[in-house]
């Protein structure tokens, strides 16, 4: 998209849960804008933004749109780094099976399915972040 | 340096309009530029010119305004954010069949994109919110 | 140079102090900006946290804000105060910034 072919290492940092404010879901709306700009894009989800992967959202009780299946489409927008923090999910008592299965599609490896999210602790994704150029929180 | 600035918050509601127009004023204070501003969220609110703030406190939204045409800045009011609060310039207003417009002067309505090309292009994004 | 936190919540209202502390590396800042300031004072039941963060972390306090809350004394030894110039110097003297929201 930009004509002088910038990458740069951008991270979504998500920290809140899905559907008590809206900021979940329209950070969920810059992801997909963004993936069309072609930057290294990676999405980190901490504290109570762990909340947004879960599964087995239902929506239908409360009159808003269930937008969760949407993370599962990250992958199609050629997402593939998706750290969740170790402690918070733990802290939550909540483990990767709580989770929504995502999972890109692996260009250098023969299109093999792989799994998009990514534990780490929170020293682990402090390296993470301290690689990024842009970090957009919301 | 160039700066990028991301608005997330309403005037008034949040401090975070006020910590980021101070920060804005200081960085051209100080020779920086300033790439674009970007309003996102209820950040959107910020660009209503129908506010009428008491004579006694600070008007946040010419204070952006002036800021913007003092030193020509671009300042980007997200489209989606917008529609969804009801913030709507003369082309939103005739495409999606509204009685009014109320944005402000020196905003504009364009898409998210313009976020993610000031956080290219700028040096440096900050972001201001809840 | 490395990265500056912000952080903007009380952290007797928001976990933000203590996750952005977890994940901060060695070397980096955190500028204590808006309710982020209250962390800066001594007494309360984050001291040791902050005390904890500042062996090998630098941490600022935005002084304005601390000002306009009445709390701008009894502050945690090491601590530095900056104003809005000092707040984007920040910015420019490190490599990217993140805020904790």
Not at chain 1, 44 to 55: E, H, N, P, R, S
Not at chain 1, 104 to 114: I, L, M, N
Not at chain 2, 72 to 77: A, L, N, P, Q, T
Not at chain 3, 68 to 91: C, H, M, P, Q
Request: net charge negative.
């Amino acid at each position: 998209m930009s004509d002088e072919q910038v990458t740069k290492k951008f991270l979504y940092v998500n920290r809140k849960a899905p559907y008590g404010t809206i900021y979940a879901l329209e950070s969920l709306e810059v992801v997909l804008i963004g993936a069309a700009f072609e930057q290294d894009v990676s999405l980190a989800f901490i504290g109570d933004g762990v909340y947004q992967l879960t599964k087995g959202q239902d929506t239908k009780g409360i009159g808003v749109k269930n937008f969760s299946p949407t993370y599962r489409a990250l992958g199609e927008y050629d997402i593939q780094k998706i750290y969740v923090e170790k402690e918070s999910l733990e802290a939550r008592g909540l483990t990767l099976d709580d989770l929504q299965h995502l999972v890109y599609e692996d260009e250098d490896d023969d299109w093999a399915e792989k799994d998009a999210i990514k534990l780490v602790s929170a020293k682990e994704l402090g390296e993470i972040m301290e690689q990024q150029d842009v970090v957009l929180s919301f | 340096m160039e700066f990028g600035i991301l608005v997330n918050e309403g005037p008034y509601q949040h401090q975070a309009a006020d910590s980021a127009y101070l920060f804005a004023k200081a960085a051209l204070e100080k020779g920086h530029k300033i790439y674009r501003i970007f309003f996102y969220h209820d950040g959107v609110n910020n660009g209503t010119r129908l506010t009428t703030p008491p004579q006694d406190d600070r008007n946040i939204v010419e204070r952006w305004s002036q800021l913007a045409e003092e030193h020509d800045i671009d300042m980007v009011i997200c489209v989606a954010a917008a529609q969804r609060r009801g913030i709507v310039d003369p082309e939103e207003m005739k495409r999606n069949g509204k009685d009014a417009d109320n944005i402000a002067p020196g905003f504009r309505i364009s898409g998210l994109g313009q976020l993610i090309e000031a956080g290219i292009k700028a040096d440096r994004l900050v972001v201001f919110g809840d | 140079m490395s990265m500056l936190h912000t952080v903007n919540k009380s952290p007797f209202n928001s976990d933000g102090l203590s996750s952005c502390l977890q994940c901060a590396l060695a070397g980096s800042s955190v500028l204590l900006i808006e309710d982020g300031v209250y962390a800066a004072r001594r007494g309360t039941q984050y001291e040791a946290l902050v005390q904890e963060a500042l062996k090998d972390k630098k941490i600022y306090a935005l002084q304005p804000d601390l000002e306009a809350r009445g709390v701008k004394s009894n502050l945690i030894d090491g601590i530095e105060l900056v104003d809005y110039a000092g707040f984007v110097d920040l910015t420019t003297d490190h490599d990217s910034v993140q805020a904790w929201l």
